[in-house]
């Protein structure tokens, strides 16, 4: 069979991850959370001081800085300058800024090349904003993975580290909140390719999503 390259974009905490990791698995593909690479950035900076408004400095640190992703028994590991940032990328701090330095145009450029060099040689599930229209456009497979507001910020709120003070309505306005950073900013907003297919898993179970976007890569190949 031959390999493809599968892209599957949508709004925050539609199960994307979950569900492009399953997937990846089950074609034994390579899976990109290209999402971490925007956090493990924002991490970096916000441990440095430095804000999503200097954008020059920012990007001047992330010229010097290797990021690498790595498969782990639970989805990927993120390597910053050869340390394993992957236990601090999910915080509530990243959270809030990282859609700020998601807007940053030069850093998505330089982050958009790395992605699409692990991409070269076929056979990987890439999730993020942008992938279908701007990282991949190539790509055989596209999905739009969607749910409803509540319904994502459950899904969020459940998979929470409990020791996080926050409640199901502040995750829904954090979640409707980046959702429209995402999709109003200049340089690739989140946006449906014209050749993807819409997948509205409000009402799916995780493992419904995975056999179907297996399935239709499958008749892809
Ligand atoms: O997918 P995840 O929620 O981890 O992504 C975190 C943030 O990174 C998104 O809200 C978005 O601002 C940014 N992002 C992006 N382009 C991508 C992936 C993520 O702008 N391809």
Redesign the pocket.
Known sequence: QYRINIAIDGP?GAG??TVARKVASRLQYIYVD???M??AVTWFMQKEGISAENAVKVLQMVQNMVIELKPHENGQMVMLNGEDVTPYIRSLQVNAE??RY?QIEDLRTHLVHLQRQMAMTKGVVM?????GTT?LPDAEVKIFMTASVRERALRRFNELDKAEPITLEQLEADIAR?DK??EEREV?PLKKAEDAVTLDTTNMSIDEVVEYITAYCIVQM
């Open positions: 925050a994307k991850s290209t999402g971490a925007y956090r990282v859609s998601a999730d993020g904003r942008d992938i990282v980046r950073l995402d690739s």
